[in-house]
Structure formats: structure tokens, C-alpha cells
């Protein structure tokens, strides 16, 4: 039998904006070659789009990331059903979410340690509101930030799916939080839906007098998912012991030169700030206790979450710059096709 | 009585390096005011010099820190000899040091816990080896630093007043520690003399491929005291899980325009590296459990440390730059006059 499977690979590395000529639809075997002991394959049916793929892609000599070789499907987590198996604890017919391609079929090691979803949970929530971005945003403000009751809270790229959650934890967690987001649109949701106190729109206000004028003691968490120029603004109105979550820096992403970090060092001398990163994987063990938190607060509405859902296996590339052209609403993820649905 | 009182004030914004035409030598009563309730009058002995002291004179609009206005005396930490007393826990005879100005004379509010020095430890002993830059190293490393044996330590300024003892420190806590300092006989020092495992030569090496060179498993502690490029050199080599403590960024304190912090950001992210600044006030609590420590790793030669004493309080402000210009050799000490050297 003839392969059928299908993937995208990463034939040449992005400058700038991922194009649709760096990557290629291409067959692949992930649906005929033979298992071995402790792998499954599986039929993906939904993507979830992060912009730390970007990352992957790219080529730095002295990054810690994971770097996708030229040649090599472009890596995402992904949700499938197992349609063959060769580990007992993976059942045939099950789902689950793993690291995977953008492949229509793949073969996942068990030793990775894929997540089966639990019955009653869909393959939209397993990846969207009680996915990696909802527990990373949960592990950065709650394990980094150490939120108090009447810290001041400020949150960038607040409207994206990470930051909607970080922020939501931290109004439940008794912080007055201001969120940072572009367009009028993004700013209403987050008023009005996500209930945060305060908005600051990028794109009609200066973030650094509006951080002043908002928090006239200072701003002792910053949960950033930008960087560049918003994470200026807060460095320079940073509270005494202020905590800077570096969750991710999406304004440098497509940048080909390094772009400077901050300045003002001084002041987090002075203030004794502290600024630190951390990736979703430091914290998997700790991921039920999370989701314990997690699943009633969404379940409640005391977060909400919005999903953006593209469709369409063939045009998976197309909607990836959505992370960073301000575009996407919520959880951006790729259904493999209108049919699928269903299976969700 | 006219006033016999002498002290150093500032009268212009230092533009770079303080320059002699920034201070004047000019007259004050604090040796004649008369005392309040609650206040000591000081002759001053000795005068620590620090780094910090040049951010006090500048006035940056949105700093955190001390800003010495135009027309005051210079402030520093001193040690002096209560003279007259209207608090009966510093009685007359007892030696303190005290947040004072570089002034013969001052009069101190003991509401601001001046440190009586203990019969056995002389002056030099107080500001230097047991004092605040000591102090300081103790707690950025010990508290922020969090070193576990087999750590590998990388230590800025490592000849330095600060820098000597953190790397003393680490050693003694198990970490192999590696120094950055400008010039052979510096590293000569602290090879010989502190017993580090490396050395590298700012003026002589390249900072960056030296610590690739010498870290092939990257950084897990770096200790700055100077920022720059050598706080991005330190940034690049960072290990997963390194802790980056900002003591000081004394390569940007003499400059006018704001220099960048450092790039690649994203190494911070993907490296869950910390980075936190500090202030020695931050841990004053905690000064006996520390000192109970440092006297007897000091005294049993376990951490050596030197001083750079220059002589002449009419000369306090040319020494001064000493401290940026690599000059020092060890923690930088003015003393007041040669016939005051017996009374420490």
C-alpha cells in the first residue's frame, strides 16, 4: 500500500515572517512504517499554534531550544487519536496530546510521554483553555509571580491565550490587574469578559505613562510575553521586590538581529527585582495539582477563554503568522479539516 | 566658638568621572549645632568609598536610589567617635559607623540604627573585611546566588572589594569559581592569593569565548558587580537553571546616556535563568548571621581580603575614582588624617 500521509516541512529558514516557500507539503510513512515496542501512531485531527515554534525554526548558535533541522516537519503539540499501538497503557482509540508534526499521521515514542485526554474533555480544551499556555501561564504567575492579594499585576500580549489566563489567575488570586493588548476589540474582551481592572491599548497609548499613571506604586509583577519596549516600559516602573515573568518575547521573534533586551539595569538594582524565565516543561510534574485549579476556574467562567480555530490540514501555514500579526482571538489551533470536528 | 567642621558638598553634577570642580571644600557647624534628643555627634575617622555613591550624585528622574542634592555633603557609610551623645545606647568614647557625609564632623539620628563597632574590631576591620561590601557579598550570594557545591560561579569585578569575598564565598561553599578581573597582577591575586580554579583577564581575553572555553557546561552562578558587556558575555554561557545576582553595573555608573542591559532574552526564557538585583539594606536583619560566618572565615584566613587605604580627608574626592578606574586594590578606604591611623 502506498503511503498517504501527508506533513509540512521546514525547507528553508524564515526571515522575518514565516513564508509559505520556507515550507513544503511533502508525503511521509508515518502511516505504514512499522511500530516498535512503545510506539503509537496516531491520526492528528488538531495543532496548537505557539509562537516559540517561530523559534524552532530559526538557527541561533547559542540557543538552548530545540532547533527543527532544514528538511525536517515543522514540531508542534498535537492532538490525535491512536489508531495503532504497541504500549498496553495506549489504547487503540484513545486520544491524546503530544509533541508531533504538522503531519497528518505520525508515530509518537511513548517515552515522551504523551497525555491521553481524559472522557468529558475535548480535544479543543486539551489543547486550548486546559492546554500548555493555560499551565504555563498558571506555573509563571503562580510559581514565578507569587502573587499577593492587592499586588499590582500587569500583563502584555494580555489577550493572547496565555496571557488571558495569567491574568484571570490573578485577579482570582486578589491582584488588581492591567493588561496590555492591541486594538480596541482585544482591549473591550479583556475589560468586559476577563473582568481585569484596568486596559492599556499599545497602539493608541504610550505603555510607559500609562504604567505610571495607573500604578502610582509601582508594578510588582509584570507577566510579559512580549519584551522589547513593553518590557522597558515596566522595568522603569517596577515596585521594590517586583517580579518580571519572562514567559516569552514574541516582539523579537521574527527578528533576524538580536534586538537589546532593557535598559535601566540599575533600577532593578535598586528595586530588587527579579526577572526570570521558565518554560512549561520545568514544572510537568506538577501539572494535575495545576489542572485541579485550572479546569473549575473555566468551568465556573471565573476564566474565560476564547479559542481561534483555522481549518484545514493544507493551509496550516498560512494562519501561523496570525501569533504575530495581533490577528488571532484566543487560542489560536489548526483543525485538520471541517469533518474532524466532530471528533472533538 | 566659630565652627572648625570641614566637609566635601556637591555642587555640580558630576559628568562622567566626579571631577575635583564638582565638590568644595567649605565649612558646617555640625561640630557645634547643638544635639536633640536621639542624635550623636561623630568625628570621623574613615570613610568607605563606594560605587553606589556615584548613582547619588547623578539624579536620573525615574530612579530608586538616594539622590544627594545639589549643595549637600557627599554621602557615604563612615566610621567615627561619638564625641557627644543624647541617646544612652551610644554613649561618648564608642566607635559607629553610620550613613554620613564626607564631613570632619556629623551629627547622626541613632533612629537610623547606627552600628556600634565592637571592642577588638578596629575601624579598617568594620568598613572593610566585616563591613557592607563583605556584607554585601554574603547576602547576594548566599541568599540570591543560592550556591550548591559542584556549582560553577563566575564572579565580575572579581578583585574587587565585593567581587574578592563572594568568590572566597563560593569556593568555600563547594562551587568552582572562576574570576573576571582587569590586569595580571588582579588575577594573580585572586589565583594566588584567593585560591580561585580560573581566572580570565578582561583587559587580555575575550570575556565571552574565555567562559565557553572555560564552562562547557555553562554558568550556574554568575556574581556581576560590573554589567556591560561583560554581564552579556556571562548572559550567552548561562546554564539551565542559572541565577544571575545583580550586586552592581559599575561599567554604566559614570555614563550619561542609558546602556543597553544585555540581548538575548530568549536565552533567559528558554535557560529558566534568574536574574535579581539586591540591595545589602534588603537582609540588615540579618547582619549577626552573617557576621557570625564572615569574622572567622576572615580571621582563620579562609577568605583574605585587603584594603586600599589613601590618607587626607582634604583628598577624599580625588580618590574617588579609583574605584572605576581599576586602580584600587581592594576595598577603597579614606582616612581622615595619619595621627587618626592609631585610633583603628
Known amino acids: 500500500m502506498d503511503s498517504q500521509n501527508r506533513q509540512w516541512r521546514l525547507v528553508r529558514r524564515p526571515e522575518g515572517l514565516l513564508r509559505v516557500e520556507d515550507v513544503e507539503l511533502t508525503p511521509g510513512d508515518e502511516?505504514?512504517?512499522?511500530?516498535?515496542?512503545?510506539?503509537?501512531?496516531?491520526?492528528?485531527?488538531l495543532f496548537l499554534y505557539a509562537p516559540t515554534m517561530r523559534n524552532w525554526m530559526s538557527a541561533r548558535s547559542d540557543s538552548l531550544h530545540e532547533i527543527i533541522p532544514l528538511g525536517s516537519p515543522v514540531k508542534t503539540l498535537a492532538a490525535g487519536r491512536i489508531v495503532e499501538s504497541l504500549d498496553p497503557r495506549y489504547p487503540v482509540g484513545s486520544r491524546i496530546t503530544a509533541m508531533s508534526c504538522w503531519s497528518e499521521y505520525d508515530i509518537i515514542d511513548t517515552v515522551s510521554a504523551p497525555q491521553i485526554i481524559a472522557d468529558g474533555i475535548s480535544a479543543v480544551e486539551a489543547l486550548g483553555p486546559f492546554g500548555l499556555n493555560s499551565?504555563?501561564?498558571y506555573f509563571g504567575l503562580m510559581r514565578i509571580g507569587r502573587p499577593c492579594p492587592g499586588d499590582v499585576l500587569v500583563v502584555s500580549g494580555a489577550a493572547g491565550s496565555t496571557g488571558s489566563?495569567?491574568?484571570?489567575i490573578g485577579r482570582i488570586q486578589g491582584c488588581r490587574v492591567i493588561g496590555i493588548a492591541?486594538?480596541?476589540?482585544?482591549?473591550?474582551w479583556l475589560r468586559d469578559q476577563c473582568r481585569l481592572d484596568d486596559v492599556i491599548d499599545y497602539r493608541s497609548q504610550d505603555v510607559s505613562s500609562a504604567l505610571r499613571a495607573l500604578c502610582p506604586t509601582g508594578v510588582d509583577i509584570f507577566f510579559d510575553n512580549v519584551g522589547g519596549d513593553v518590557l522597558q516600559a515596566a522595568v522603569d516602573n517596577m515596585a521594590k521586590f517586583g517580579r518580571i515573568v519572562l514567559c516569552g518575547q514574541i516582539a523579537g521573534y521574527n527578528d533576524q538581529d538580536v534586538i537589546p533586551a532593557f535598559t535601566n539595569m540599575m533600577r532593578v538594582i535598586y528595586g530588587s527585582v527579579r526577572l526570570q524565565g521558565f518554560l512549561f516543561g520545568d514544572y510537568k510534574s506538577a501539572v494535575p495539582e495545576a489542572l485541579a485549579d485550572i479546569i473549575p476556574w473555566i468551568r465556573s467562567g471565573a476564566i474565560v477563554a476564547r479559542q481561534d480555530i483555522r481549518v484545514g490540514f493544507e493551509n496550516l501555514p498560512l494562519h501561523f503568522n496570525a501569533l504575530f500579526d495581533g490577528t488571532n482571538q484566543g487560542t489560536l489551533l489548526g483543525l485538520i479539516?471541517?469533518?474532524a470536528h466532530a471528533l472533538h
Open 337 to 339: 479539516d471541517e469533518d
Open 182 to 188: 492591541g486594538g480596541a476589540e482585544k482591549c473591550a
Open 165 to 168: 489566563v495569567a491574568a484571570q
Open 135 to 137: 499551565l504555563t501561564a
Open 31 to 45: 502511516d505504514r512504517r512499522p511500530l516498535q515496542p512503545g510506539q503509537v501512531r496516531v491520526r492528528n485531527l
